[in-house]
T-cell receptor, first 117, second 111 residues
Framework: QQQVKQSPQSLIVQKGGISIINCAYE??????FPWYQQFPGKGPALLIAIRPDVSEKKEGRFTISFNKSAKQFSLHIMDSQPGDSATYFCAAESMADRGSTLGRLYFGRGTQLTVWP | DSGVTQTPKHLITATGQRVTLRCSPRSGDLSVYWYQQSLDQGLQFLIH???????AKGNILERFSAQQFPDLHSELNLSSLELGDSALYFC??????????FGPGTRLTVL
């Protein structure tokens, strides 16, 4: 069972446009929601992360919007650039859990973003 | 560069064989995690070690095992390899259970 559901699977955006990737989760114990960016042949790199006590977090052109009641969160990439073309993964973790899932990140299936110049 | 190193970068082996993947965490990080990335399963958590002790176990097959040594490097052992074990294997590290930094991965091909 996929703990974190991510959409769309692929996304094509014109340079300068806004890229939006959505994720949903069911487990209310999740309390940490990072986004990772992965280029071909590389490992995932942390882009931005949010905790459920805030509804939005912005770092440069990247913004996470978080809706706790709907159990959804999304990544917005403003002024998308060709260099943003990569695969993006949302993830979730229960950092308060000291049991058998300690430190376990649950990843979405990924979104392949292509930004055309 | 995340500061996490993994060796080897590529590994090609045959079914039934055994391989060892190695990971060195970032300086100061006590936690090491192993993940498997495949086209059909995506990124799957395998196991988490903290300061030498196993702390969490995910979708890790019985044919797979891991350990973390006193110098904090970790090894993932894969035995009786099957074609379906072909995947990218990532190691990540963190101070405890905070931000996880991923290494460049080991691409395993089982022929």
């Amino acid at each position: 069972q996929q703990q974190v559901k991510q959409s769309p699977q692929s996304l094509i955006v014109q340079k300068g446009g806004i890229s939006i990737i959505n994720c949903a989760y069911e487990n209310t114990a999740f309390d940490y929601f990072p986004w990772y960016q992965q280029f071909p042949g590389k490992g995932p790199a942390l882009l931005i992360a949010i905790r459920p006590d805030v509804s939005e977090k912005k770092e440069g052109r990247f913004t996470i919007s978080f809706n706790k009641s709907a159990k959804q969160f999304s990544l917005h990439i403003m002024d998308s650039q060709p260099g943003d073309s990569a695969t993006y993964f949302c993830a979730a973790e229960s950092m308060a859990d000291r049991g058998s899932t300690l430190g376990r990140l649950y990843f979405g299936r990924g979104t392949q973003l292509t930004v055309w110049p | 560069d995340s500061g996490v190193t993994q060796t080897p970068k590529h590994l090609i082996t045959a079914t039934g064989q055994r391989v060892t993947l190695r990971c060195s965490p970032r300086s100061g990080d006590l936690s090491v995690y192993w993940y498997q990335q495949s086209l059909d399963q995506g990124l799957q958590f395998l196991i988490h070690y903290y300061n030498g002790e196993e702390r969490a176990k995910g979708n890790i097959l019985e044919r797979f095992s891991a350990q973390q040594f006193p110098d904090l490097h970790s090894e993932l052992n894969l035995s009786s390899l099957e074609l379906g074990d072909s995947a990218l294997y990532f190691c990540a590290s963190s101070v405890y259970t905070d931000t996880q930094y991923f290494g460049p991965g080991t691409r395993l091909t089982v022929l």
